[in-house]
């Protein structure tokens, strides 16, 4: 989907072409079962919490959600059509009914106050600041007052050689977008946009960076 006020739509590797090869690739380099299986527990979702996993990209951590809390109504959503189509493939295979939409960060096709828990797992580095900014208000719009938002992202390089790891990731993703990760801004991002106890909550290292856990609360 393409929104001419916004920037350019970037595919989850970048590339249309790696997307087929997207949870080979994110499973052997980022410690994806860890970090992922670490931001649910994190999210503590009860039964009945309404859960959106925002930029779902081939479904993983929808359904792990699913698998974490069955009674959970889990909704994915993502504005890559093609990614969508693999994320329901994956849904059928784990026999776990996970609804899809296809709609952009930045103009969420929800309801005020319809989640208890907003999950997103490396999809913020694919923003500019701008987009950035409006993704977290929309966030907040979708949240109900005391529901919390769980994100997993690149953040501020632990140390020298992290930093020098993710200059392979800015490569590819660009500058630009990651920027605001590794300057260590996602947390003033969040609080900007009207977010409460934002914090930082784990960090694993990763072949291409650190790899950051965060969470923040809508107090209304």
């Given at each position: 989907?393409?929104?001419?006020?916004?920037?350019?739509?970037?595919?989850?590797?970048?590339?249309?072409?790696?997307?087929?090869?997207?949870?080979?690739?994110?499973?052997?380099?980022?410690?994806?079962?860890?970090?992922?299986?670490?931001?649910?527990?994190?999210?503590?979702?009860?039964?009945?919490?309404?859960?959106?996993?925002?930029?779902?990209?081939t479904?993983?951590?929808?359904?792990?959600?699913?698998q974490?809390?069955?009674?959970?109504?889990?909704?994915?959503?993502?504005?890559?059509?093609?990614?969508?189509?693999?994320?329901?493939?994956?849904?059928?295979?784990?026999?776990?009914?996970?609804?899809?939409?296809?709609?952009m960060?930045?103009?969420?096709?929800?309801?005020?106050?319809?989640?208890?828990?907003v999950?997103?797992?490396?999809?913020?580095?694919?923003?500019?600041?701008?987009?950035k900014?409006?993704?977290?208000?929309?966030i907040?719009?979708?949240?109900?007052?005391?529901?919390?938002?769980?994100?997993?992202?690149?953040?501020?390089?632990?140390?020298?050689?992290m930093?020098?790891?993710?200059?392979?990731?800015?490569?590819?993703?660009?500058?630009?977008?990651?920027?605001?990760?590794i300057?260590?801004?996602?947390?003033?991002?969040f609080?900007?946009?009207?977010?409460?106890?934002?914090?930082?909550?784990?960090?694993?290292?990763?072949?291409?960076?650190?790899?950051?856990?965060?969470?923040?609360?809508?107090?209304?």
């Open positions: 989907m393409k929104d001419s006020t916004h920037s350019k739509y970037i595919p989850a590797l970048r590339f249309n072409w790696l997307t087929p090869f997207y949870d080979f690739i994110v499973g052997t380099t980022t410690r994806e079962g860890t970090f992922k299986k670490s931001l649910i527990k994190q999210a503590n979702i009860k039964p009945e919490n309404n859960v959106l996993d925002l930029a779902c990209g479904g993983t951590l929808a359904i792990l959600a699913k974490y809390q069955p009674l959970a109504n889990v909704t994915g959503v993502d504005g890559d059509p093609v990614i969508l189509s693999l994320s329901e493939r994956k849904a059928r295979k784990y026999n776990v009914p996970i609804q899809f939409d296809h709609a960060s930045f103009n969420l096709p929800y309801a005020d106050g319809t989640f208890d828990r999950l997103s797992s490396l999809f913020f580095h694919h923003l500019t600041c701008e987009d900014q409006l993704t977290a208000k929309e907040f719009r979708v949240l109900k007052p005391r529901a919390e938002l769980h994100i997993a992202d690149w953040g501020k390089p632990a140390n020298v050689f930093r020098a790891l993710f200059f392979s990731i800015q490569l590819l993703d660009g500058f630009k977008t990651t920027k605001d990760n300057d260590g801004k996602l947390i003033e991002l609080s900007e946009a009207g977010f409460s106890e934002v914090n930082q909550r784990k960090t694993f290292s990763t072949i291409f960076g650190t790899m950051t856990l965060y969470s923040a609360i809508k107090r209304s």
